[in-house]
């Protein structure tokens, strides 16, 4: 059974600190990692993705991606009252066999307190 | 350009009712996926298709669950008969083989389903 661990939260923040979501996973052969944010009540939306060890950075997000250690995390710097929502982590199992599946992790339900 | 449309946004029926639930992906998309969301499990992939052509239906729950894709534009994910434990949010995403990076999935807005 491949995984994607997150910390399910709440994690709470001031407004203007460094919020910094965490996910693992098990499947040592996956390339891919994709954060999406979710609204309460609303779909999943693709914020960031990325496929090499090392840093990736958009706007105030940052992802970072450590495949040594199955890690990847998303950094939300500077962060907002309209940041709350909850943070999924997801991964593209078995890339080798074509398979375009993603696997999520339960999501960090991120809070920030103005 | 219009994102993946999903009818209906909210669907409350009686246990042992046929349930349709219907999706249009992204114009030119060749993989669409059905999801199911609860608190417990979370976001659950229960089938996907590439090309029209089911792919991978191993996290369907049971037998009522039926999905069908006639064209490339449409797809339906069918409950019968429906259960009180299939209350939940049901996602379709879509996402192109082509696009650079690749294996992005786009949702639409999902489908609320109650069954009382």
């Known amino acids: 059974q491949k995984e994607v661990e997150q910390n399910s939260g709440p994690l709470s923040v001031p407004e203007g600190a460094i919020a910094s979501l965490n996910c693992t996973y098990s499947?040592?052969?996956?390339?891919?990692f994709f954060w999406y944010r979710q609204y309460s009540g609303k779909s999943p939306e693709l914020i960031m993705s990325?496929?090499?060890?090392g840093d990736k950075e958009d706007g105030r997000f940052t992802a970072q991606l450590n495949k040594a250690s199955q890690y990847v995390s998303l950094l939300i710097r500077d962060s907002q009252p309209s940041d709350s929502a909850t943070y999924l982590c997801?991964?593209?199992?078995?890339?080798?066999?074509?398979?375009?599946?993603?696997?999520f992790g339960k999501g960090t339900k991120l809070s920030v307190i103005p | 350009d219009a994102g993946v449309i999903q009818s209906p946004r909210h669907e409350v029926t009686e246990m042992g009712q046929e349930v349709t639930l219907r999706c249009k992906p992204i114009?030119?998309?060749?993989?669409l996926f059905w999801y199911r969301q609860t608190m417990m499990r979370g976001l659950e992939l229960l089938i996907y298709?590439?090309?029209?052509?089911?792919?991978?239906d191993s996290g369907m729950p049971e037998d009522r669950f039926s999905a069908k894709m006639p064209n490339a534009s449409f797809s339906t994910l069918k409950i019968q008969p429906s259960e009180p434990r299939d209350s939940a949010v049901y996602f379709c995403?879509?996402?192109?083989?082509?696009?650079?990076?690749?294996?992005?999935?786009?949702f639409g807005p999902g489908t609320r389903l109650t069954v009382t």
């Open positions: 997801a991964v593209n199992v078995s890339p080798g066999a074509g398979s375009y599946q993603l696997t």
């Open positions: 990325i496929y090499s060890n």
């Open positions: 114009s030119g998309h060749d993989y």
């Open positions: 499947d040592r052969g996956s390339q891919s």
């Open positions: 995403a879509s996402s192109y083989s082509g696009q650079i990076p690749p294996y992005e999935q786009y």
């Open positions: 298709f590439n090309n029209n052509v089911p792919i991978d």
